[in-house]
């Protein structure tokens, strides 16, 4: 990571570093536009990078993977690292479907984890979180930290203000987000959310529940359409 790189957040600097910094990012999309183009209709999930291998989050994660290859057909789409993220990826991939993954540049290295056949790596968060929420048909939240908690309520403040379609937000880990769910209706009854916002979410331990919720909606409002085939005179790959 480039130590230089928070200075952009200090207010004003040189115009050329300003102009540099610009399309900086706007290369960033690029790539990412380019490396999930053909990813096809995908759910992308989020989650902790900390559980490990056993731990019933991260054996969650691997069967919600596995049941969005196997009974949607879709793409699992995650942040590519470890954690949560693997084992969605993992689900995925050991049941024959797409995963892909979005990688983050840290000053601790987040290495890609091996369940990908696809990924790209982005050095800016803000980029990252476009790339995942643009590809997406749904999204499923299991237990996290402050990530999770930014990718989740981003998107679903662009869910609740129309910024995207209604697409279906599936919370899994009950035990985990309890006093969030009552957190929630806290707010509704303060008047800071509407209480049809409440409905936006569907909380839920079961897999079956989660991908059925995500299967109704799809087939009542989109038609998903085929991956699309790269041009070859783009240099664009599958």
């Not at 470890?82 to 540049?105: D, F, L, Q, Y």
């Not at 930014?150 to 899994?172: A, G, S, Y």
């Not at 909606?217 to 038609?223: D, F, G, N």
Request: proline share 5%; net charge positive.
């Amino acid at each position: 990571m480039d130590p230089r790189e928070p200075v952009w957040l200090d207010g004003p600097r040189q115009r050329h570093f300003e102009l540099f910094f610009a399309l900086k990012v706007f290369w960033e999309f690029i790539r990412g536009f380019r490396a999930l183009h053909f990813v096809g209709p995908s759910v992308t999930v989020f989650g902790s990078a900390r559980f490990k291998e056993g731990h019933r989050y991260y054996e969650s994660a691997r069967l919600i993977g596995r049941r969005i290859a196997e009974d949607l057909g879709m793409t699992v789409m995650t942040g590519g690292g470890p954690g949560i993220m693997e084992a969605a990826n993992r689900g995925a991939k050991e049941a024959g479907g797409h995963s892909v993954g979005c990688n983050i540049v840290l000053p601790h290295e987040q290495a890609e984890n091996p369940w990908l056949y696809k990924f790209v790596i982005i050095r800016y968060f803000f980029v990252r979180k476009v790339l995942l929420v643009k590809y997406s048909y749904a999204f499923v939240i299991l237990p996290g930290g402050f990530g999770t908690m930014d990718e989740f309520f981003e998107t679903l403040t662009l869910v609740q203000t129309r910024k995207i379609h209604h697409f279906p937000i599936v919370v899994m880990g009950m035990d985990y987000y309890r006093p969030l769910q009552e957190y929630l209706r806290f707010m509704a009854e303060q008047g800071t959310i509407s209480p049809e916002d409440m409905k936006l979410l569907l909380f839920t331990d079961d897999p079956a529940e989660a991908t059925e919720h995500i299967r109704q909606y799809i087939s009542e409002h989109y038609r998903v359409e085929r991956r699309r085939k790269p041009v070859w005179w783009l240099f664009e790959k599958a």
